[in-house]
T-cell receptor
């Protein structure tokens, strides 16, 4: 299995809802990432989990809460979002965090989130 | 703060022509990545460049890295319509598990 999967593909939620985005990889990668991408913009890093520990949190608002239950799974819990949080949320994984050489990140298909 | 600058941001070209996309970055990192994104889709990894002078080619695309100049190029040879997409270069700052910092992307349209 050489892919990163994300569910759901699309999500529409109100500002008072609680929802979760899920990401899974079975490539034995030891780092997983969440990125946010607004239309016609580059992806922006939100969180990094390395060896199942949160290593980078790019000053993301607390209404986004990441969770890494195990090395294959990554969740992003959403609560009290704002309309400006509407975006494509991309998950990625890489095999060799913290080591020399390539640390190529492989991206999932993304979840397109709309906040009403 | 790591900065990655791409140019041009928009490029319209005819099939059969050659062109180059440039990527400058501000860190000493020698790990540079090129990705392709089709509209509404995710990112597809194209090239990983790890050292000064690295050159990689896949079909009509060739990428190179000059770490001394902190410059990478993506060269398109004899463009075809199927190469129309947005191309991003990205850099990680090295050490630890690092996320990528992306350039703004080059929106490439190839017309018959």
């Amino acid at each position: 299995d050489t892919e990163v999967t994300q569910t759901p593909k699309h999500l529409v939620m109100g500002m008072t809802n609680k929802k979760s985005l899920k990401c899974e990889q079975h490539m034995g990668h030891r780092a997983m990432y969440w990125y946010k991408q607004k239309a016609k913009k580059p992806p922006e890093l939100m969180f990094v989990y390395s060896y199942e520990k949160l290593s980078i949190n790019e000053s993301v608002p607390s209404r986004f809460s990441p969770e890494c239950p195990n090395s294959s799974l990554l969740n992003l819990h959403l609560h009290a979002l704002q309309p400006e949080d509407s975006a494509l949320y991309l998950c990625a994984s890489s095999a060799r965090p913290g080591l020399a050489g390539a640390n190529e990140q492989f991206f999932g298909p993304g979840t397109r989130l709309t906040v009403l | 703060e790591l900065k990655v600058e791409q140019n041009p941001l928009f490029l319209s070209m005819q099939e059969g022509k050659n062109y180059t996309i440039y990527c400058n970055y501000s860190t000493t990192s020698d790990r540079l990545y090129w990705y392709r994104q089709d509209p509404g889709k995710s990112l597809e990894s194209l090239f990983v460049l790890l050292s000064n002078g690295a050159v990689k080619q896949e079909g009509r695309l060739m990428a190179s890295l000059d770490t001394k100049a902190r410059l990478s190029t993506l060269h398109i040879t004899a463009a075809v319509h199927d190469l129309s997409a947005t191309y991003f270069c990205a850099v990680d700052s090295g050490g630890g598990a690092d996320g990528l910092t992306f350039g703004k992307g080059t929106h490439l349209i190839i017309q018959p």
